[in-house]
């Protein structure tokens, strides 16, 4: 006879299903092929066929790695691989090579608050090893001449 209470009726969490030991089929191994992904993904299913569970996995996925997914595809085939988190730079360092590099926009007459672009710092958070660069000026066809 099969145990219905290990059914998760009405549980989207990823964290709730294995904390309560509960049933889960295992794609996990698809989850580490659309999270490499670099392109775009639309995910279209039926209602109460699993959309949130997917994306509530992802989170646990990216929030705390995998922790969770001992016993499970990802982790088993060795599919994902943690991303090191801290770029070996200090808050302190990270401001001071800011203000170097990119400078940023200011709109105060005191020059005391600086805006920076994000694409410039969405740069560097993604490829740390590369260390600060002007990445603004870099792509955008801006030539300076002394």
């Known amino acids: 006879m099969p145990d219905y209470t290990k059914l998760p ?34 995910l279209s299913r039926s209602r109460r066929f699993g959309k949130s569970t997917l994306v509530e996995t992802m989170h646990e ?23 090191k988190q801290d770029p070996g730079y200090s808050k302190a360092q990270v401001l001071q090579e800011l203000a170097a590099n990119y400078n940023g926009y200011c709109f105060d007459e005191e020059d005391r608050w600086h805006v920076y672009n994000p694409w410039t710092i969405l740069n560097f958070l993604r490829f740390p090893g590369r260390g600060f660069r002007p990445y603004w000026l870099e792509t955008g066809g801006v030539q300076l001449h002394s």
């Open 61 to 83: 996925l990216f929030a705390h790695g995998l922790k969770r997914f001992a016993g499970l595809k990802i982790s088993r085939q060795h599919l994902w691989q943690e991303k």
């Open 9 to 42: 009726l009405a549980v989207t969490s990823f964290r709730e299903i294995v904390d309560n030991k509960l049933l889960y089929v295992d794609k996990t191994d698809f989850i580490a092929h659309i999270a490499c992904n670099r392109s775009p993904v639309f």
